[in-house]
DNA sequence: TCTGGGGTCCTAGGACCC
DNA sequence: TCTGGGGTCCTAGGACCC
């Protein structure tokens, strides 16, 4: 048997664990520049605030309903997920963390503790809530697909008490029965269409379908789906996270930018911030990709008409592997002179490293110098430096120093775990 | 004024090999 | 009338996840 755990609403969560004043209270929390809603409470959602809205835009209901708005802290999400994933291991030794609030558990080995799934997704409920302040769903069942429908069942169902268990063949079968094809993991909105077309509304009807069918419209992933189902395990637990393939970074600038004196800056500033991530996971990158995008909402001024738009994006390949920021920093500058052309409006610039290598690989090329190592030890330091008195205190020339831009973050909490200042008192 | 961000996997089709 | 056959590698684009 499978079990999922995961965070209700975990980053409105986050911060009401600090904020006991907040329940009951419509909260929502905001993308990275304040930009749109990535997280809304159960009340939020009762009003009517959709996922990915922009912020702009629900100005009438937060003027009318006094709804709390938080700018986005993931240090502060980091660090409350770790905390969960790691007392999810007094419950059972294999736990996959799967997303940032989601972990499936192995309840293979089952030990007796528990006389019941219920009673175990009872507990782990009750200690998490009491032990973390975050409350969370559980749903119990012979596949992970299946847990992800008790997961989802556990929420939707008041009476079940945040935990949902199927277990016989006719448990399954009623739930099933009545899940909307649409929210079942692994169909998004193509594939939803596609089978509505078909007649095909919920999850049994679904899961009867052809095999061969099914592979043609939903390649081998559907395949899978249908299978675990029928209750056959086709998706394992990775109890050890495979390496990173990409690392990247391609946030809006909050505001639309012309020039590319101003955009390579702000690329310079998502590098820093990739670069560090690449070192941390241990690893070389050998090929950087730039990316460089209009914005798909902008009008023309005057006319109204839709602006014009340019979008490109170039992948250098990299002699020999390399973590150092300087050094990638020329292929991103090369990159972005390459695809950049004048007289557009700019909303964001991307980067991501990808081909990445084990930090040990150390391969050199026939004609060329393997990476610069004391350009490479040189990072390491910096990102210690930086570590130790704050971000970007060392950095590089190329990368304009504006605290005010282009970080805009009106509603930021405080780091109530990761900064000794803003530790909370108790008076 | 402001319109999410970070990922993974799969497939088709082209280029190339002998 | 017939128009090789078996294979690999790479890339772009699509679909999906949270």
Redesign the pocket.
């Known amino acids: 048997m499978y079990g999922l755990v995961?965070g209700n609403n975990f980053y409105v969560s986050c911060h009401r664990a600090f904020r006991p004043d907040l329940e009951g209270v419509p909260v929502i929390v905001l993308?990275?520049?304040d930009?749109?809603v990535?997280a809304r409470s159960n009340e939020a959602k009762a009003l009517g605030i959709k996922?990915?809205q922009?912020?702009?835009e629900t100005k009438e209901l937060r003027q009318q309903h006094g709804i709390v708005v938080f700018s986005s802290n993931f240090p502060l999400y980091g660090d409350m997920s770790s905390r969960l994933m790691s007392l999810l291991t007094n419950f059972v030794p294999d736990v996959e963390v799967?997303?940032?609030?989601?972990a499936f558990l192995q309840l293979e080995n089952f030990w007796g503790l528990y006389p019941t799934y219920q009673g175990l997704g009872q507990d782990i409920r009750t200690k998490i809530d009491q032990w973390l302040r975050i409350p969370v769903g559980v749903g119990i069942a012979p596949t992970k697909t299946l847990a992800?429908v008790a997961n989802k069942l556990a929420k939707k169902r008041s009476e079940l008490n945040g935990v949902c268990v199927l277990e016989t063949p006719q448990q399954i079968e009623d739930a099933l029965a009545n899940f909307p094809v649409e929210d079942?993991?692994?169909?998004?909105?193509?594939?939803?269409a596609r089978l509505k077309r078909e007649n095909i509304r919920t999850a049994a009807q679904l899961r009867d379908t052809n095999d061969d069918w099914i592979?043609q419209i939903?390649?081998?992933?559907g395949l899978r789906l249908v299978h675990e189902l029928r209750g056959m395990p086709c998706k394992l637990l990775e109890v050890t996270p495979?390496p990173?393939?990409?690392?990247?970074?391609?946030?809006?600038?909050?505001?639309?930018i012309p020039d590319l004196d101003t955009i390579a800056d702000a690329l310079t500033s998502h590098l820093t911030r990739v670069g560090m991530?690449l070192r941390r996971s241990d690893q070389l990158a050998g090929a950087v990709t730039i990316s460089l995008r209009t914005?798909k909402?902008?009008k023309t001024p005057g006319n109204g008409l839709a602006a014009k738009q340019y979008s490109n994006s170039i992948?250098l390949?990299l002699p020999h592997p390399t973590s150092a920021t300087p050094e990638l920093l020329g292929y991103a500058l090369t990159g972005l002179k390459a695809i950049y052309k004048t007289g557009y409006q700019y909303?964001?610039v991307?980067i991501?490293l990808t081909d990445l290598v084990p930090e040990s690989y150390r391969q050199k090329g026939v004609f060329v110098e393997g990476p610069d190592e004391r350009l490479i030890k040189l990072a390491g330091v910096v990102d210690k430096v930086n570590k130790r008195f704050g971000q970007d205190k060392l950095r590089l020339a190329s990368q304009m120093y504006n605290p005010e831009w282009p970080y805009q973050q009106k509603y930021l909490s405080p780091h109530y775990t990761t900064r000794w200042e803003d530790i909370l008192e108790a008076m």
């Not at 079942?184 to 939803?192: C, F």
């Not at 939903?218 to 992933?221: A, Q």
């Open positions: 995961d993308s990275n520049r930009g749109n990535i996922m990915g922009p912020f702009f799967y997303s940032i609030d989601e992800k079942l993991w692994g169909v998004g909105h193509q594939s939803a592979r939903m390649t081998v992933n495979p990173k393939k990409s690392i990247g970074s391609e946030p809006g600038f909050g505001t639309v991530k914005s909402y902008r992948t390949n909303q964001k991307g991501l």
